[in-house]
């Protein structure tokens, strides 16, 4: 099972700056597609990666699909080396992705997002606008599979004053 | 906020008879059961991430009866 509450708040406790973004922002926002990986755009700061290396340290964080033995540190050397990584870890399949597609860095995704509470914690996740702009942009078959779900949900939600 | 009763009967008469040429039309031409939504936003964003994450383990299960079968 992925942890997304849990995650959240993990995330939150050691103060890291990001976005809920991907299938998991759907879900928040109301879709009923499933998901198994929970993705996060990430501030990439050296404010922001020392934390975000230390609040995953304790959750075991290989390279997801990687070969056995690979040597693989989450820490703030090889964040700041890389941009997307994709791991499972004790709270699930988690993905840091530095860029969203169609959006561009941590702060275009933050300002494309709204708050949401979860688990009583103001969650910054992508708006509808975004994940659509997200999903058009990266253009997979996956990604457009789910426009037309998203496009109905945000109608609905402005026909009927939904958040 | 929860969806209101309100809410809830005004979107299910739009789903039920979607404005032609609307994205909701759109969507359900595509095939999405929109009825989902429904349940979906009856949920508070707590809720749904509780219930992504329950969800989660389906892939889990499937995965253990693909390697069994």
């Known amino acids: ?10 995330l939150y406790d050691s103060e890291v700056e990001f976005v809920l ?3 998991a922002a759907m879900g928040v926002q109301g879709s009923a597609h499933l998901t198994k990986d929970i993705a996060f755009c990430y501030e990439r700061t050296a404010k922001n990666i020392e934390p975000l290396a230390r609040a995953l340290q304790p959750f075991h964080p290989p390279l997801r699909g990687a070969p056995a033995g690979l040597p693989f540190q989450f820490d703030a050397k090889t964040i700041a080396a890389g941009m997307n990584f994709t791991l499972t870890t004790d709270l699930g399949d988690v993905n840091f992705l530095g860029e969203v597609s169609g959006l561009g860095a941590y702060k275009e995704v933050l300002a494309s997002s709204e708050k949401k509470s979860i688990g009583g914690i103001d969650c910054p996740v992508l708006n ?8 058009e942009a990266a253009a997979r078959p996956r990604d457009l599979y789910v426009l037309p779900e998203l496009r109905g949900l945000a109608g ?8 | 906020m929860n969806m209101t009763a309100e809410q809830e009967k005004l979107a299910l008469e739009l789903i039920h008879n ?3 040429g609307s994205a909701l039309a759109a969507a359900k031409e595509f095939g999405v059961d929109l009825t989902l939504l429904i349940s979906t936003l009856r949920l508070s964003p707590t809720e749904r991430a509780r219930a992504l994450s329950e969800s989660s ?3 889990d299960v499937a995965k253990q009866l693909q390697f069994t079968e």
């Open chain 2, 18 to 20: 979607s404005p032609p």
């Open chain 1, 128 to 135: 509808l606008d975004g994940l659509i702009k997200a999903k």
């Open chain 1, 156 to 163: 609905l939600k402005k026909k009927t004053g939904l958040e």
């Open chain 1, 1 to 10: 099972m992925t942890k997304l509450e849990e995650t959240v708040s993990v």
């Open chain 1, 21 to 23: 973004i991907g299938g």
């Open chain 2, 57 to 59: 383990t389906i892939f």
